[in-house]
């Protein structure tokens, strides 16, 4: 399509900001007073022998509902005033935390400014400035070419390490291989595989255009994306891919948890990726995601998550838990003006300008200056330490191939050998090239 003028890529910014007012409204988000994000119709308790009791008392006169995870020894309490459900049930020492919500890019959500803005709507420098990276209402993947030269293959092993994406999915054949073929025999796509509109709930495959406006989600491709940059840097791994974020962006510690359980149930992952990030009330580990912590931990995961994109050096979860290792990004000159940073963060890598694989999609803006901004062919440029995030972790993997070692001693030799450089803030350096 070639439009003679910028309306119709003026017309699709304004249809974004719609769909992304409506789509947090479907989501059932809500932020608390310290900027923290949870489902407003859920909390999270820890399970032990008097919580029925507890929950009956605090909650009388109610109705709610209780879906337990046993493995984990949490459960998800389904309530109409979450806030309000949390106070009471901590009154009577029940262990009670927010379903916090995780996001691909959590500043996205807590900086008003972005509501009501018109300059987003009639700026044309989105198309030349990285400052489009901030806007949250499109998804700021920049179409790209296959890059040159084409990326290793595998070499032939028996065994491989695994690591599993926990992101917004996968963009296959019908459920049934990676669309992209560079995928093709290095990303797993597990049986039942998941797929339909993810509006309340993450599915695995990368959901493209849920609503059928021709416009790609906000964050549709982000687990595409992160699939290659692992594929790309430990070719000998197998890539196990789960859906925890919706094509917009946002997943749940409850819906986390689940995820966790079925993957485990599964196969056991040497080395485990979450790009996506919450903050907390009061700085804490969500109550969910520390159990799924924990259990990857025991099984011998290695647990990798990058640090976040809002130039703060507040703790971002799951990557400020201290058993996982959390990324930040760098760009050519050092740290990413974006990247979150403190003695939290464990490594950093680069972040900027990142060419992976990315779905396949023609979008409604049609050709502007020689360029149509929302047709994507298999490849997309990206910036953020969700790209940073999976190069550590697969360096990790490869270092277990090159050196026939467990993810443990592979972590040490990557991220925590003493001799390692560092950056101030951001941890050890990971350049893979």
């Not at 691909?104 to 959500?109: E, I, R, W």
């Not at 969500?286 to 976040?308: D, F, I, N, Q, W």
């Not at 809002?310 to 799951?318: E, N």
Request: charge should be negative; aromatic fraction near 8%; proline fraction near 7%.
């Amino acid at each position: 399509m070639v439009s003679s003028d910028n309306s119709g890529i003026f017309d699709v910014l304004q249809k974004h900001a719609e769909r992304f007012r409506r789509r947090v409204e479907e989501a059932r988000i809500g932020w608390t007073g310290e900027g923290a994000a949870f489902r407003t119709d859920s909390v999270i308790v820890r399970l032990d022998e008097s919580v029925r009791e507890r929950l009956e008392q605090a909650l009388r006169g109610e109705e709610f509902a209780v879906d337990e995870n046993t493995k984990l020894g949490v459960a998800r309490v389904r309530v109409q005033r979450p806030m309000d459900a949390l106070a009471r049930l901590r009154e009577v020492g029940v262990e009670a935390r927010p379903n916090y919500v995780y996001f691909a890019g959590p500043s996205f959500f807590g900086n008003p400014s972005f509501f009501g803005n018109p300059s987003f709507f009639g700026n044309p420098s989105f198309f030349g400035n990285p400052s489009y990276v901030g806007n949250p209402q499109v998804n700021t993947a920049t179409p790209g070419a296959e890059p040159i030269p084409a990326w290793p293959e595998r070499t032939e092993r028996k065994q491989r390490p695994v690591v599993a994406v926990l992101d917004t999915g996968l963009e296959t054949v019908d459920g049934k291989e990676p669309r992209h073929p560079v995928l093709k025999g290095h990303a797993i796509v597990h049986s039942p595989w998941t797929t339909g509109p993810d509006l309340t709930e993450a599915v695995d495959e990368d959901m493209l255009d849920v609503d059928g406006d021709g416009l790609l989600e906000r964050v549709a491709g982000h687990g595409t994306f992160i699939t290659g940059i692992v594929r790309k840097h430990a070719p000998d791994a197998d890539i196990e891919v789960e859906g925890v974020l919706s094509s917009f962006g946002d997943g749940d510690d409850w819906h986390l948890a689940q995820i966790v359980t079925e993957l485990l149930g599964r196969t056991t992952p040497n080395v485990v990726n979450m790009s996506f990030g919450t903050y907390t009330e009061d700085d804490t580990c969500p109550l969910a995601m520390g159990e799924a912590v924990r259990l990857l931990r025991e099984k011998g995961a290695v647990v990798v998550a990058s640090a976040g994109n809002d130039a703060t050096c507040r703790p971002a979860f799951p990557a400020a838990h201290p058993e996982v290792i959390a990324v930040g990004a760098l760009d050519c000159h050092g740290p990413a003006w974006f990247t979150n940073h403190g003695p939290w963060v464990d490594a950093c890598a680069p972040g900027v300008g990142v060419v992976s694989t990315f779905v396949f999609h023609d979008g409604p803006a049609g050709e502007a200056c020689g360029a149509d901004p929302d047709r994507y062919d298999g490849w997309a440029s990206w910036s953020g330490t969700s790209f940073a995030a999976p190069k550590v972790a697969a360096a990790i993997a490869r270092e277990m191939v090159v050196s026939g070692i467990d993810a443990d001693v592979a972590a040490h030799r990557v991220v925590f050998d003493r001799a390692l450089f560092r950056v101030p803030e951001l941890g050890t350096v990971v350049n893979l090239g």
